[in-house]
């Protein structure tokens, strides 16, 4: 599975995406400096079993990670269904993705790489 399937329904690489999306708008609305997002799933159940989220301390003061995570579930909705919807993963059949075989998936700016474009967050 992971990278080397090409179906972006499969949450190796959806779940991978949307994590990255979420990690890259806490650092971008400065709720932290650095930002780690996991996500787990199980065969056949919607909803993630978990979602976690590690700022490594450096959520901005007055902030923890526990609100970061409330805003992050609010912002984002991580069932795998949902993913390819929001991230538009479906556009282009699998050309879409021979691009991420050259410089890999991440840190690129490129239109067809929906999954690095910030979501506002705001915490509570």
Same mark, same amino acid.
């Given at each position: 599975g992971a990278f080397s399937g090409k179906d972006p329904t499969k949450v190796d690489r959806s779940g991978?995406?949307?994590a990255? $999306?979420?990690?890259k708008s806490v650092v971008a609305a400065g709720l932290a400096r650095r930002c780690l997002v996991q996500v787990s799933y199980a065969i056949g159940v919607a909803e993630p079993l978990s979602i976690h989220v590690d700022t490594y301390g450096t959520a901005k003061e007055?902030?923890?990670? #526990? $609100?970061?995570l409330a805003a992050v579930k609010k912002a984002f909705d991580f069932r795998?269904?949902?993913?390819? #919807?929001?991230?538009d993963l479906m556009?282009?059949?699998? #050309?879409?993705? $021979? #691009?991420?075989a050259a410089y890999g998936h991440f840190g690129?700016?490129?239109k067809d790489f929906t999954w690095e474009t910030v979501k506002k967050?705001?915490?509570a």
């Open positions: 991978a995406y949307i990255r $999306q979420a990690a007055g902030i923890n990670d #526990k $609100q970061i795998p269904g949902m993913i390819a #919807k929001s991230l556009r282009g059949g699998n #050309k879409r993705y $021979q #691009k991420t690129r700016d490129d967050l705001e915490v």
